[in-house]
């Protein structure tokens, strides 16, 4: 199983960036697809998921801002990010396999472990 991130990069505070994640067919079939970020010295925590049903749910950290889509003819998760702010500054991940609370709980809420598959990350940097 693969999951391969990229769009990353620097931009300015109120710029916009794309996140791409080419997943494996067997892992992007799973019932719930997510991305995660890690600052520095902070836990990696959930930002916003999508279930098979093309449910979507967002961290209150990022809604309204970040929209999370998927692709189902290149196996492709997507993050688009607007308005991006200093505080967005971290690595991104995208993952799979997650659990069945991704429909019921906030994506802030759901464990690491709770997914079975990673992708290696990508760096974000918002800075002026």
């Known amino acids: 199983v693969r999951l391969v991130e990229s769009g990353g990069g620097s931009v300015q505070p109120g710029g916009s960036l794309r996140l791409s994640c080419v997943i494996s067919?067997?892992?992007?079939?799973?019932?719930?697809l997510g991305w995660f970020r890690q600052a520095p010295g902070k836990e990696r925590e959930g930002i916003a998921v999508?279930?098979?049903?093309?449910?979507?749910r967002y961290a209150t950290s990022v809604k309204g801002r970040f929209t999370i889509s998927k692709e189902n003819a290149n196996n492709t998760l997507y993050l688009q990010m607007n308005n991006l702010k200093v505080d967005d500054t971290a690595v991104y991940y995208c993952a799979a396999d997650g659990p069945l609370q991704c429909y019921t709980d906030a994506p802030d809420a759901l464990k690491r472990d709770e997914f079975g598959y990673w992708g290696q990350g990508t760096q974000v940097t918002v800075s002026s």
């Open positions: 067919e067997y892992a992007y079939g799973s019932y719930c």
């Open positions: 999508i279930v098979s049903d093309g449910t979507t």
